[in-house]
């Protein structure tokens, strides 16, 4: 770690009282910290207090003529790695969401090409007012990351989500990134994802198919965080009902076997490949030509084997970085393993599915296994899990590349 000055926003939470734990915290990794105190954060905790914690006078006007003089606002906005702001109340989540800066903190996160994470607090019930999931909407699918809040007891006597995070918790998230700062704001720049998505549709006859669940949200998720990671993406998805996201190349396909064929006309230039599609794992052998009729009491139809694309894609000679992802039902774990290593990929992302788990649902908990290592995600919502995947798959990725030019070993040796 080289560069590592952060700015620590506090803003008017009760939360605010754990913040001089969190400075400690921060600097106790390596971190300089500036504190910049909102004018009601000020009714929470001291700036005597932060100042002696952070060894650095506290800023919190943005008219503070000693202050700019020393280092103007557009100054400070350059010196940070990393704008944190925690806790962060409903009032600044909606400032950020909608571009104003009347005080200096604000000012500070539109001046400033430095990743912003914010850890909200508030009561859970304005936690989970829709305007404050709007904005927390907004500020996600703008690169903003969003730490926690957590569930449990809260200041008010009340129950629900809306806890700031533990000053542990924020530290290990904040540390993460800036671990390699000089990949932190665009580590898959220059590189092209491709990512499938949706379900697939298996026609019967002319007015009939087999299809899934799937709602194609992780896979798109997916696809906003690896542009936001600098990726060029394309996208290739089945039937949804969800519109392409924005700078993305979208290719629209129905069937198993136009998915394979869509992904293996653009597959040469691609470094890493995400299967997040719910391909149907069968189509009817014969598609009839006119719709079947209603004569029988029982009707069969004979289904054969569709190409596995995932698979296709590993087996390829220097081919690209390979995730896939495994929904079971039970013995997550186990199973995901045992594909991982029959399938021969990079990463497995697993997750349970099941009643309203996994599939058409808006959040989502995985599990991630490579050869060597595993990491777990909590129940998040799938664009916030998404990112922090992209961090995990690009991290992954990257080493496997600088060990490769290390050794000089062709990239598949890296899966072994
Ligand atoms: O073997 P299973 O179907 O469980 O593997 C799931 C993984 O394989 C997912 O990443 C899925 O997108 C991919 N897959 C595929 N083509 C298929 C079946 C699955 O790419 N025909």
Known sequence: MTQKNIILGITGGIAAYKTPELVRRLRERGADVQVVLTRSAREFVTETTLQAVSGLPVRSDLWDKGAEAAMGHIELARWADLILIAPATAEIMARLASGSAPDLLTTLCLATEAPVLIAPAMNHVMWKNPAVQENRDKLISRGVRILGPASGDQACGETGPGRMLEPNEIVAAVMAPLAVPDIVQAPLAGMTVMITAGPTREAIDPVRYITNRSSGKMGFALAVAARQAGAKVILVCGPVSIP???????????????????????????NIFIAAAAVADYRAVDEKTGKIKKSTDELSIALVKNPDI???????????????????????GDYARSKLESKRLNMIVANLVGKNIGFDADENAVEVFWLGGEQSFPLADKRQLAQDLIALIAERYLQGINADTQTELPIMMVRD
Request: hydrophobic residues 45%; charged residues 25%.
């Open 244 to 270: 392409a996201p924005e700078g993305v190349e979208c290719i629209n396909v129905e069937s198993a076997r136009d998915m394979f064929a869509a992904t293996h006309a653009r597959i040469d230039d691609v």
């Open 310 to 332: 995932l698979a296709s894609v590993d087996r390829m000679h220097n081919g690209p970085f390979t995730v896939g992802f495994a929904a079971e039902t039970d013995n997550l």
